[in-house]
């Protein structure tokens, strides 16, 4: 019950369409493989401007951690001359707050920006 293909002798061979004969060149053969493809998308995954963007939060966070230390130092330095006993730890509660708020709000704007 197998039905043999009826070939029609009057068509030449020269008269076939082009895609009859898919022995001559593969699918898609003009365009690169995908191992090509994906080759050029690893190398591409991230542009100078990410690599500018880690390197800013880096920078950010060692200049935020030194700037903290010797800010600190001299606050209470500072501190220790101008205010009275009393008030020093509210003083020094204060700039602790406000420095680390401002290290908080540069380091989450780049992080935003990275993501």
Do not use: H
């Not at 009057?10 to 090509?36: E, H, K, L, N």
């Not at 591409?44 to 950010?60: D, F, I, P, Q």
């Not at 003083?91 to 602790?96: E, I, L, R, S």
């Amino acid at each position: 019950m197998t039905e043999e293909p009826t070939t029609d002798p009057t068509v030449s061979t020269d008269q076939r369409p082009a895609d009859a004969d898919d022995t001559r060149r593969p699918p898609g053969g003009d365009q690169p493989s995908s191992d090509a493809k994906d080759a050029d998308d690893n190398d591409a995954g991230r542009s100078a401007v990410e690599y500018l963007e880690w390197g800013a939060l880096t920078v950010l966070a060692l200049v935020a951690l030194v700037a903290t230390f010797r800010l600190y130092f001299s606050v209470s330095a500072a501190v220790d001359t101008f205010v009275t006993r009393r008030y020093r730890p509210l003083f020094m509660a204060g700039f602790n707050l406000v420095v680390l708020l401002a290290c908080g709000i540069g380091l989450s704007t780049v992080v935003r920006r990275l993501s």
